[in-house]
């Protein structure tokens, strides 16, 4: 089916370890999204790429570099794990039409991570 | 800054009933607000989109409104069922065209 396919689906770290998780679409999107989901808590997004090449931050980027591959392909590093890191990420894809399109964003299943 | 807020964070109600969800924001210049859907262990699901010159937007049992000048949405389910448990989040576009998020609410329907 077509969508966003995230890797791993669950993650134990000690703090220190690093580890990237793994995002791609198979719509031909330009854009591509990593968000952070804590209890209570709205997503935040860490960093986007609004094409092919384009990297940027988010509303909450520490800790957390990003590589847009290809078109394809969008991935999370965490370089040295914290527990503050503890949460679930969530990759995403959209076709934004134009300046003021509606962003429709297509959601991965989520990426579970636990720092200890 | 834009602040998205949704009460209650927690909501259960029994099949058949209609329901309200409420979301509100506190900056009016958005671009369109977003209803989405989150099921356990799952992805979200966009649901409905208002832009911002809309007042209302409807899909099968789901209609949700748009009052940009007092900063509020809401999403109506008609005749809830045990399957529209889940965790209802809105989402605005900002002027700078990101999504800013509100928390949540999690309904539960009982049989």
């Known amino acids: 089916n077509a969508g966003v396919t995230q890797t791993p689906k669950f993650q134990v770290l000690k703090t220190g370890q690093s580890m990237t998780l793994q995002c791609a679409q198979d719509m031909n999107h330009n854009s591509m999204y990593w968000y952070r989901q804590d209890p209570g808590m709205g997503l935040r997004l860490i960093y986007y790429s609004a094409s092919e090449g384009t990297t940027d931050k988010g509303e909450v980027p520490n800790g957390y570099n990003v590589s847009r591959l290809n078109k394809r392909e969008f991935s999370l590093r965490l370089e040295s794990a914290a527990p503050s890191q503890t949460s679930v990420y969530f990759c995403a894809s959209s076709d934004q039409q134009g300046v003021a399109g509606a962003n429709v964003l297509t959601f991965g299943a989520g990426s579970r991570l636990t720092v200890l | 800054k834009q602040e998205v807020t949704q009460i209650p964070a927690a909501l259960s109600v029994p099949e058949g009933e209609n329901l309200v969800l409420n979301c509100s924001f506190t900056d009016s210049a958005i671009y369109n607000l977003q209803w989405f859907r989150q099921d356990p262990g799952k992805g979200l699901t966009s649901l409905l989109l208002?832009?911002?010159s809309q007042r209302e937007q409807t899909s099968g049992r789901l209609n949700a409104s748009l009052d940009k000048s007092s900063g509020r949405s809401t999403l109506y389910i008609a005749a809830s069922q045990p399957g529209d448990s889940a965790t209802y989040l809105c989402?605005?576009?900002?002027?700078?065209?990101?999504?800013?998020w509100g928390a949540g609410t999690k309904l539960i329907i009982k049989p």
């Open positions: 989402a605005v576009e900002d002027s700078n065209y990101q999504l800013i």
């Open positions: 208002i832009q911002s």
